[in-house]
Nanobody, 124 residues
Framework: QVQLVESGGGLVQAGGSLRLSCAAS????????MGWFRQAPGKEREFVAA????????WYADSVKGRFTISRDNAKKTVELEMNSLKPEDTAVYYC?????????????????WGQGTQVTVSS
């Protein structure tokens, strides 16, 4: 079992930056792949980024490549999402997710554990 708690959301102007953090507890964190998803009102939950437990490989949605960076600290059991050059279309509830699997990272159904979400609002 893994428990996830996100923090760091808020309101920011377009072009600004935010850093989201996800604290994990429970199962061995170092063998868990972590991901970030987001869901805007009226839209489906979409993949943002993921980081593998095995070798630290990262994956990003095309919409955030070059602007967002995912990182993890296995000792602290945290994963962060650094978001730069934010756009109004980045506005959503952002969710941290975890899976013991090592494939299919861009699919929500791959993830077994989810946080409660944190709101990110980017004003134009």
């Amino acid at each position: 079992q893994v428990q996830l708690v996100e923090s760091g959301g808020g309101l920011v102007q377009a072009g600004g930056s935010l850093r989201l953090s996800c604290a994990a507890s429970g199962q061995t964190f170092s063998r868990i792949t972590m991901g970030w998803f987001r869901q805007a009102p009226g839209k489906e939950r979409e993949f943002v980024a993921a980081i593998s437990w095995s070798d630290g490989s990262t994956w990003y949605a095309d919409s955030v490549k070059g602007r967002f960076t995912i990182s993890r600290d296995n000792a602290k059991k945290t994963v962060e999402l650094e978001m730069n050059s934010l756009k109004p279309e980045d506005t959503a509830v952002y969710y941290c997710a975890a899976t013991p699997l090592n494939h299919g990272f861009s699919h929500a159904q791959t993830y077994r554990y989810w946080g409660q979400g944190t709101q990110v609002t980017v004003s134009s």
